[in-house]
């Protein structure tokens, strides 16, 4: 007779490590969701907001390759953001935060910040930065997926899903 499996614990055990990390970035997502949404703005527009408060005058083009979304959820966002008057785009398409977008993105900031508290209580700051510095090890092998896909896809014959 087969064993049930054990239920899929978010602890870290049950799962593999893309898998866990895929878990705790939903639950990361879905709590951003919630919090930004009291402040009448989307998780992407909320991004958006604290990118351009780093990158004034960001084109708006390379939003999706900073923020590493497809284009058509950063043109959402961009027409939300627009309608309710908190960015503006010059005739060279670069972006900037209106007096009412400083304001909520302000607003952002403090949730950003209670957020990330909150996420990282009890760990120390040496953990946080060398889990950065992992993460972004992780982060510079990404591009070898695509080959990896692009690879499987030559092989089975079928076209590779385009990256990002």
Known sequence: MLEKE???RPDGKSLGLPDYLIW???QLTATAVGAYATLGVGFLEAR???SL???PDLPAASLVEHLGVDRAAVSRALQQLR???LIVADDRR???LTDQGWDTRAEVVRVFDERLARFTAGVAETELERLLEL???LHQ???QLFIFNAELAAGAGRPAARGR
Do not use: E
């Open 6 to 8: 054990p239920g899929i």
């Open 24 to 26: 705790l970035g939903n």
């Open 48 to 50: 958006i907001l604290l």
């Open 53 to 55: 408060g780093h990158n």
């Open 83 to 85: 309608g309710a008057g």
């Open 94 to 96: 670069r972006l900037s």
């Open 135 to 137: 993460l972004q090890r």
């Open 141 to 143: 092998n990404v591009p």
